[in-house]
Nanobody, 116 residues
Framework: VQLVESGGGLVQAGGSLRLSCRAS???????????MGWYRQAPGKQRELVAT???????NYADSVKGRFAISRDNSKRMVYLQMNSLKPEDTAVYFC??????WGQGQGTQVTVPG
């Protein structure tokens, strides 16, 4: 399985973006059972968890994005999404999706830039 992220871009502060992650090659029954997450890495900083969604669609968010970001999934499409609203310059980073505990291929990430 290969994870492929998309949807990043340049957006002004206060704007919105929707990131997408496709688990290419995942069998439906396997994807259904896997917890998924979005992470980000800003220049010079460690990778940090942004949001997670379990197989039961329970969600969890970093304090820094609570109330602004929303993670969702469409199992039939093997897709995970991250709706990002009220973007701030500190949200600038490369965003990755991941399936913790799974040996899936990591994607290249998608760049989100919010100018200060």
């Amino acid at each position: 399985v290969q994870l492929v992220e998309s949807g990043g871009g340049l957006v002004q502060a206060g704007g919105s973006l929707r990131l997408s992650c496709r688990a290419s090659g995942a069998i439906l029954s396997v994807f259904n059972a896997v917890d998924m997450g979005w992470y980000r890495q800003a220049p010079g900083k460690q990778r940090e968890l942004v949001a997670t969604i379990t197989s039961d669609r329970e969600t969890n968010y970093a304090d820094s994005v609570k109330g602004r970001f929303a993670i969702s999934r469409d199992n039939s499409k093997r897709m995970v999404y991250l709706q990002m609203n009220s973007l701030k310059p500190e949200d600038t980073a490369v965003y990755f999706c991941d399936a913790p505990g799974q040996q899936w291929g990591q994607g290249q990430g998608t760049q989100v830039t919010v100018p200060g």
